[in-house]
């Protein structure tokens, strides 16, 4: 037993180790944000946000959708709860991620899970989810959890910061197309997890219910989009779910059936 436990904690990753790990595994999520934060950046400005604001914003609310989304908001004039409910609308997929994390890190601390929750963005959630699946010693998982999100969280204010100094230097950026690198890393996020129907439904669903309702003020056709992806991905996944428990239990009716045939066979010719 002691050489057994031995040879697990000289196989597995020390803590330092799974930081970095965490992070190098973040590297590609960072190349598509890098865009992404600078064009906040250079936005923040024009939009009414002061450059303590904007810098403010992103190191306490670091979340870029809900960051740009208050940007147009505050340069429309909107008040604050406004800003608030919409913001919070547009996040609501992050309970889907603490949905599928919460049994990973239910051991830790409160402060753990805390400091983990602050952390959790997109790009986070797919790299570190793929650790939690891929491996399955996740005892310092969490570590690895906190390497991807000091990764991305050093990133963003990094480029907001590069953001706001550009944005003065070269006020046309935003015409410069760079926001297309964040829907090409989105769709590195999505496309691991096309493995099965439900996922593929619910791509396909959300995207086609985007197109449609995409005349919607305030973007509620993405909102709209977006929940009835969840509710039909997952409405497949329980119904392939039942599926499956129908033919894992027809084998076992079947089998007991010969079972039962062959011994009233027996029982018969044994009669005199």
Not at 41 to 55: F, N, P, R, Y
Not at 93 to 120: E, I, P, Q
Request: proline share 4%; aromatic share 10%.
């Amino acid at each position: 037993m002691s050489n057994s436990l031995d040879q697990l904690s000289a196989t597995s990753p020390s803590n330092s180790a799974e930081f970095i790990q965490g992070a190098k595994a973040t590297i590609p999520m960072i190349v598509g944000a890098i865009p992404f934060g600078i064009i906040f950046g250079t936005l923040a400005e024009s939009s009414g946000l002061s450059i303590w604001g904007a810098m403010a914003m992103s190191l306490f609310v670091y979340a870029g959708s809900s960051q740009f989304i208050a940007l147009g908001l505050l340069a429309t004039g909107v008040g604050p709860i406004i800003i608030i409910a919409t913001t919070l609308v547009v996040n609501l997929r992050h309970l889907l991620y603490a949905t599928a994390l919460v049994d990973k890190v239910s051991h830790l601390s409160h402060g753990w899970r805390a400091l983990l929750a602050f952390g959790l963005t997109d790009e986070s959630f797919a790299v570190v989810n793929g650790r939690y699946l891929g491996h399955t010693d996740t005892n310092r998982a969490h570590w690895f959890f906190l390497g991807s999100i000091v990764a991305m969280y050093s990133n963003w204010q990094l480029c907001t910061w590069l953001g706001i100094g550009l944005g003065e230097l070269f006020p046309d950026m935003t015409n410069w197309g760079l926001d297309f690198a964040m829907s090409v890393t989105f769709l590195g996020i999505v496309i691991p997890y096309l493995r099965n129907k439900p996922m593929w439904l619910a791509v396909i669903s959300a995207a086609t219910f985007a197109i449609i309702l995409r005349e919607l003020p305030n973007q509620l056709g993405l909102v709209v989009a977006a929940l009835s992806g969840i509710c039909i991905g997952y409405a497949s996944q329980q119904v392939q779910l039942r599926i499956q428990l129908a033919k894992a239990a027809n084998p076992a009716t079947t089998s007991s059936g010969v079972k039962t045939t062959n011994t009233n066979t027996k029982a018969r010719s044994t009669k005199p």
